[in-house]
């Protein structure tokens, strides 16, 4: 998920003692919000909900981590950020989810939410400042009691130290005294020479759970006297129910409950499999609707004829069509497209509600646990403090599980509405893959010119792509028509090329679409990088210098090309059949650059052999977090390089599971080897940028190694022989 969203920055810091004793930091929620009221009632027993951090007297320090742990390591890295500051002792830290409230709202968008490779970089001076005024307390506590300056107090793993008299107290023993502490109003933090866990790779305090199955995903939740519930959908966007006869379904043995919902039918039954019996036993009619007719083939016609007609200007720089008309002797024009994506997350989408009279709990792997707990509340005819909506681990993301809509929230609150007891709803991969969100689809339209020295000159480009912002909260993002998240990385580019022209078109469609890892970046990625190796090519000129050359102004796409070359052996010989293609991009504030080494057989198998990443993303907190976040979006990317299409025919999508939708296997998956780029900067993106530049890197290699340039996605359909 991608975007920007108006709201102040909250950064008081809020005391409070429990009576079992311990030292609880948090950020105050303003006096106004009815949830803060609820909380400063709560903060007389042993934790507040709207902690960050506490500690116990036993020397316990624990972070409520406001960020969804799916796989990206958050629950080491920010915790990672207050044991620094704390000088907390690494063994004795652990992490929980935070519960929703105001108090966890990302410090920039306003909303508790996970995404836009965010989470380290929104939450890096914010973790850090609890850090520091915790420790400051515990100082100011151990002076007190030691009758010393504080400025004569240092801390180390975990304890208060004064050297003259060599006594030392533990945090532990500290905290109750520290709760009666004043809080600082402001404090000083470490610079990058003083740090001793950021920058150190270190392992994920939530790993052990996931080794030994104690871990808890959604998809794991069991309650008492639980039920659980599928649904059926229409088979065509936006199909309603006209007719159901559930007479078969509850005849299924387990089957408890067939009730109509909004959007379909669910059947509740006492465990998953029966549900899905019975679901398949209903009889239904449905209106399918407009979008019944719906086909990839028209829609690519559309675009095509959209294509042939001006756009909405989203960048223009110069007059790139003047200067390719009457000043490139040298001029290329290409068209490019990319199709339907699903996101199809490993753990399938699944939500238990548990709803009351006097409110409900949700438990659910979310990453926009404000919108999901008020989507929740508003089915149910409550208010969203009465959601205590229950965080679990995500089994993937990758932005359908931020869905603007929460739409699995909204039908599970839907299905558990009126029960006495939780329901858990469970969607399969196949109700996911037929109608879920995805990435959209897109066609690029380009030209460009170079002069006598093969130098750019201009750059046209003309975008045609339905918008993910438009008719959701968020659509007020979209600045005179144009929604950025469907040209960045196109508009406003790297490229010191003096004539820039980028339009859109976002036609409408039933199809619904949202963010998907690295969002428009997906698309614009691939053709950007694609189409400056095409000018690459023709001008005679090596795919690394001619970048290098257009980026003379910007020290960061530098650095990572220049390291990625070095790693990869760029330039050096390779045996025929075998290449090397090479791709930069800028997303999310970092900078990746990566090169693909591939074989292609003389009867067209492809390989790819070898990734070599270069990054750039400010101070790596946990380096080990960011090689496996890269490692992780190499095989995400390649995945939909390789054999990522969603296909419509007659309104329905005709993929349904791995078996038709391939995602990479473990003996294709290459050698990626992943170098940081040392940085004191503040850390910026590293979950998504490692996504866009691997299609564009394979392609160009696979037009080094056969002449064929690729300009529709998946590799699949293109026949890479060499015969």
Same mark, same amino acid.
């Given at each position: 998920?991608?975007?920007?969203?108006?709201?102040?920055?909250?950064?008081?810091? $809020?005391?409070?003692?429990?009576?079992?004793?311990?030292?609880?930091?948090?950020?105050?929620?303003?006096?106004?919000?009815?949830?803060?009221?609820?909380?400063?009632?709560?903060?007389?027993?042993?934790?507040?909900?709207?902690?960050?951090?506490?500690?116990?007297?036993?020397?316990?320090?624990?972070?409520?981590?406001? $960020?969804?742990?799916?796989?990206?390591?958050?629950?080491?890295?920010?915790?990672?950020?207050?044991?620094?500051?704390?000088?907390?002792?690494?063994?004795?830290?652990?992490?929980?989810?935070?519960?929703?409230?105001?108090?966890?709202?990302?410090?920039?968008?306003?909303?508790?939410?996970?995404?836009?490779?965010?989470?380290?970089?929104?939450?890096?001076?914010?973790?850090?400042?609890?850090?520091?005024?915790?420790?400051?307390?515990?100082?100011?506590?151990?002076?007190?009691?030691?009758?010393?300056?504080?400025?004569?107090?240092?801390?180390?793993?975990?304890?208060?130290?004064?050297?003259?008299?060599?006594?030392?107290?533990?945090?532990?023993?500290?905290?109750?005294?520290?709760?009666?502490?004043?809080?600082?109003?402001?404090?000083?933090?470490?610079?990058?020479?003083?740090?001793?866990?950021?920058?150190?790779?270190?392992?994920?305090?939530?790993?052990?759970? $996931?080794?030994?199955?104690?871990?808890?995903?959604?998809?794991?939740?069991?309650?008492?006297?639980?039920? &659980?519930?599928?649904?059926?959908?229409?088979?065509?966007?936006?199909?309603?129910?006209?007719?159901?006869?559930?007479?078969?379904?509850?005849?299924?043995?387990?089957?408890?409950?067939?009730?109509?919902?909004?959007?379909?039918?669910?059947?509740?039954?006492?465990?998953?499999?029966?549900?899905?019996?019975?679901?398949?036993?209903?009889?239904?009619?449905?209106?399918?609707?407009?979008?019944?007719?719906?086909?990839?083939?028209?829609?690519?016609?559309?675009?095509?004829?959209?294509?042939?007609?001006?756009?909405?200007?989203?960048?223009?720089?110069?007059?790139?069509?003047?200067?390719?008309?009457?000043?490139?002797?040298?001029?290329?024009?290409?068209?490019?497209?990319?199709?339907?994506?699903?996101?199809?997350?490993?753990?399938?989408?699944?939500?238990?509600?548990?709803?009351?009279?006097?409110?409900?709990?949700?438990?659910?792997?979310?990453?926009?646990?404000?919108?999901?707990?008020?989507?929740?509340?508003?089915?149910?005819?409550?208010?969203?403090?009465?959601?205590?909506?229950?965080?679990?681990?995500?089994?993937?993301?990758?932005?359908?599980?931020?869905?603007?809509?929460?739409?699995?929230?909204?039908?599970?609150?839907?299905?558990?509405?009126?029960?006495?007891?939780?329901? $858990?709803?469970?969607?399969?991969?196949?109700?996911?893959?037929?109608?879920?969100?995805?990435?959209?689809?897109?066609?690029?339209?380009?030209?460009?010119?170079?002069?006598?020295?093969?130098?750019?000159?201009?750059?046209?480009?003309?975008?045609?792509?339905?918008?993910?912002?438009?008719?959701?909260?968020?659509?007020?993002?979209?600045?005179?028509?144009?929604?950025?998240?469907?040209?960045?990385?196109?508009?406003?580019?790297?490229?010191?090329?003096?004539?820039?022209?980028?339009?859109?078109?976002?036609?409408?469609?039933?199809?619904?679409?949202?963010?998907?890892?690295?969002?428009?970046?997906?698309?614009?990625?691939?053709?950007?990088?694609?189409?400056?190796?095409?000018?690459?090519?023709?001008?005679?000129?090596?795919?690394?210098?001619?970048?290098?050359?257009?980026?003379?102004?910007?020290?960061?796409?530098?650095?990572?090309?220049?390291?990625?070359?070095?790693?990869?052996?760029?330039?050096?010989?390779?045996?025929?059949?075998?290449?090397?293609?090479?791709?930069?991009?800028?997303?999310?504030?970092?900078?990746?650059?990566?090169?693909?080494?591939?074989?292609?057989?003389?009867?067209?198998?492809?390989?790819?052999?070898?990734?070599?990443?270069?990054?750039?993303?400010?101070?790596?907190?946990?380096?080990?977090?960011?090689?496996?976040?890269?490692?992780?979006?190499?095989?995400?990317?390649?995945?939909?390089?390789?054999?990522?299409?969603?296909?419509?025919?007659?309104?329905?999508?005709?993929?349904?599971?791995?078996?038709?939708?391939?995602?990479?296997?473990?003996?294709?998956?290459?050698?990626?080897?992943?170098?940081?780029?040392?940085?004191?900067?503040?850390? &910026?993106?590293?979950?998504?940028?490692?996504?866009?530049?691997?299609?564009?890197?394979?392609?160009?290699?696979?037009?080094?190694?056969?002449?064929?340039?690729?300009?529709?996605?998946?590799?699949?359909?293109?026949?890479?022989?060499?015969?």
């Amino acid at each position: 998920m991608n975007g920007t969203f108006n709201s102040g920055r909250r950064r008081f810091l $809020k005391l409070s003692a429990g009576t079992a004793g311990g030292l609880v930091i948090g950020f105050h929620l303003s006096a106004g919000n009815r949830f803060a009221a609820a909380a400063e009632a709560e903060v007389a027993g042993p934790f507040a909900p709207n902690a960050f951090l506490r500690i116990d007297r036993d020397g316990q320090v624990t972070v409520l981590c406001n $960020k969804s742990e799916m796989g990206q390591g958050v629950y080491t890295a920010l915790p990672m950020l207050i044991a620094e500051e704390l000088d907390a002792d690494w063994s004795l830290v652990k992490v929980q989810a935070a519960p929703a409230a105001d108090a966890y709202k990302h410090t920039v968008w306003g909303i508790q939410v996970t995404g836009g490779s965010t989470s380290v970089s929104s939450s890096w001076t914010q973790f850090r400042e609890a850090g520091a005024a915790a420790r400051a307390m515990l100082i100011g506590a151990a002076a007190e009691q030691w009758s010393v300056a504080p400025s004569e107090l240092r801390t180390e793993g975990g304890e208060v130290i004064h050297d003259q008299s060599n006594r030392r107290a533990s945090y532990g023993e500290l905290a109750d005294a520290a709760a009666q502490v004043a809080v600082p109003e402001s404090v000083a933090l470490k610079t990058p020479d003083q740090f001793r866990i950021i920058g150190r790779p270190t392992r994920r305090l939530e790993a052990p759970g $996931k080794v030994d199955g104690t871990a808890q995903f959604g998809i794991d939740v069991q309650l008492p006297d639980m039920l &659980t519930a599928v649904v059926a959908r229409s088979p065509v966007f936006g199909g309603r129910v006209t007719q159901f006869n559930g007479e078969k379904a509850l005849a299924v043995a387990g089957v408890r409950k067939v009730k109509e919902i909004p959007g379909g039918v669910a059947v509740l039954a006492d465990s998953f499999w029966q549900a899905k019996l019975g679901r398949e036993a209903l009889e239904i009619k449905w209106d399918l609707g407009a979008a019944a007719s719906l086909s990839t083939e028209d829609l690519r016609q559309q675009y095509r004829e959209l294509a042939d007609t001006p756009g909405l200007v989203a960048e223009s720089t110069g007059d790139a069509a003047a200067a390719i008309e009457s000043t490139a002797p040298t001029r290329l024009e290409a068209e490019y497209e990319v199709p339907y994506l699903a996101h199809a997350p490993m753990e399938p989408l699944n939500c238990t509600v548990h709803a009351r009279a006097d409110g409900c709990d949700v438990w659910t792997g979310t990453q926009m646990q404000t919108l999901d707990q008020a989507a929740a509340a508003r089915v149910l005819g409550l208010e969203p403090p009465q959601v205590n909506l229950h965080t679990t681990l995500l089994g993937g993301g990758f932005g359908r599980r931020a869905v603007p809509t929460s739409d699995f929230v909204t039908e599970a609150a839907n299905v558990a509405k009126g029960e006495e007891v939780p329901v $858990k709803t469970v969607w399969t991969r196949e109700d996911d893959v037929h109608g879920g969100y995805y990435r959209p689809m897109f066609l690029h339209r380009l030209s460009a010119g170079l002069d006598e020295s093969g130098n750019p000159v201009a750059w046209w480009q003309r975008i045609v792509g339905q918008s993910i912002l438009s008719g959701t909260p968020f659509e007020g993002m979209i600045r005179d028509g144009i929604d950025e998240s469907s040209v960045e990385g196109a508009a406003h580019m790297a490229y010191a090329i003096a004539n820039r022209h980028v339009e859109l078109h976002s036609p409408t469609q039933a199809v619904p679409v949202l963010w998907w890892r690295s969002v428009g970046h997906t698309h614009t990625g691939f053709v950007v990088e694609s189409f400056m190796d095409e000018l690459a090519r023709a001008a005679n000129r090596d795919p690394l210098e001619l970048r290098l050359s257009l980026l003379a102004d910007k020290p960061r796409h530098r650095a990572v090309l220049e390291l990625v070359a070095e790693r990869s052996g760029w330039g050096s010989e390779m045996p025929e059949g075998r290449a090397r293609g090479l791709a930069v991009h800028e997303s999310f504030g970092s900078v990746v650059a990566e090169v693909a080494e591939i074989s292609v057989s003389e009867s067209g198998e492809l390989t790819v052999d070898r990734v070599v990443a270069a990054v750039h993303c400010g101070i790596a907190v946990n380096p080990l977090n960011v090689e496996a976040q890269i490692e992780s979006a190499v095989a995400f990317g390649l995945t939909a390089a390789l054999f990522g299409e969603l296909t419509l025919e007659s309104g329905r999508v005709q993929q349904s599971n791995f078996h038709d939708y391939r995602i990479l296997r473990l003996n294709e998956m290459p050698v990626v080897e992943v170098h940081i780029v040392p940085s004191e900067d503040p850390p &910026t993106g590293v979950g998504e940028p490692g996504v866009p530049p691997i299609a564009p890197a394979v392609t160009n290699a696979i037009f080094a190694a056969t002449g064929k340039r690729i300009r529709t996605l998946p590799i699949a359909k293109t026949d890479l022989s060499r015969a």
